[in-house]
């Protein structure tokens, strides 16, 4: 069966610090990977998404990127932290190569605070 | 733009009876439809989907209804638990294209004791 990992859990950063989250899936192959922010009591904001190894697709202009190193690996970055990037960050994978209408499954996510 | 949006943005059941919730979408392309639930603290959970070839479809204690005539779609929960406790999110899309699924905001259900 297929798993989705992201850590760290929660993560606590100061103003103008860098960020690295990280996001494995196990258990297919050529997923397609998303990365949604989700502020608090809202909905989720699609950040970016990934139908292959180094393609990137950016959803909305913001200080983040988004990289591709492996099949199974997506990392969200960004090289300084605003107050704004706080919120619960979480990536997602769905089955269909190229297609984004098949049901996506989500990690755990990432709890960020930016002080 | 399109959006999918939801009826009530709380909703609160007694332990034991029946919850609906309700999502409106505004495409009416759409024929794709996902229901997640959002438990606090954790990523959302898929719960069930439907296509629009069909108006019902049954899971373990959830059925989802479609009415493509008014755009309307449904949860449907019964004898909600505790554990039901959470915020539930309807997404749509056009089967085989290339936009992204478009979530609604949420519905948080409450079970009371």
């Known amino acids: 069966s297929q798993t989705i990992h992201q850590w760290p859990a929660t993560l606590v950063q100061p103003v103008g610090s860098p960020l690295s989250l990280e996001c494995t899936v196990e258990?297919?192959?050529?997923?397609?990977l998303y990365w949604y922010r989700q502020a608090a009591g809202r909905g989720l904001q699609l950040l970016f998404y990934?139908?292959?190894?180094?393609?990137i697709s950016s959803e909305v202009p913001q200080n983040l990127s988004a990289s591709r190193p492996q099949d199974r690996q997506f990392i969200l970055s960004s090289k300084k932290l605003l107050l704004s990037d706080s919120g619960f960050y979480l990536c997602?994978?769905?089955?269909?190569?190229?297609?984004?209408?098949?049901?996506?499954?989500f990690g755990p996510g990432t709890r960020l605070t930016v002080l | 733009g399109e959006s999918v949006g939801l009826h009530l943005p709380t909703l609160s059941v007694q332990e034991g009876d029946n919850s609906i919730i309700n999502c409106a979408y505004s495409?009416?392309?759409?024929?794709?439809f996902i229901w997640y639930k959002q438990e606090s603290g954790k990523g959302p959970q898929f719960i069930i989907d439907?296509?629009?070839?069909?108006d019902k479809r049954q899971g373990q204690r959830v059925t989802v209804l479609l009415n493509k005539t008014v755009k309307h779609l449904s949860l449907q929960i019964a004898a909600t638990q505790p554990g039901d406790s959470a915020v539930y999110f309807c997404?749509?899309?056009?089967?085989?294209?290339?936009?992204?699924?478009?979530f609604g905001s949420g519905t948080q259900l409450t079970v009371l004791p």
């Open positions: 997602a994978w769905s089955g269909v190569a190229g297609a984004h209408t098949d049901t996506q499954y």
């Open positions: 258990g297919t192959s050529n997923p397609n």
């Open positions: 990934s139908v292959g190894i180094g393609q």
């Open positions: 495409n009416s392309a759409s024929d794709y």
């Open positions: 439907i296509r629009s070839n069909m």
């Open positions: 997404a749509e899309n056009i089967w085989g294209s290339a936009r992204q699924l478009t």
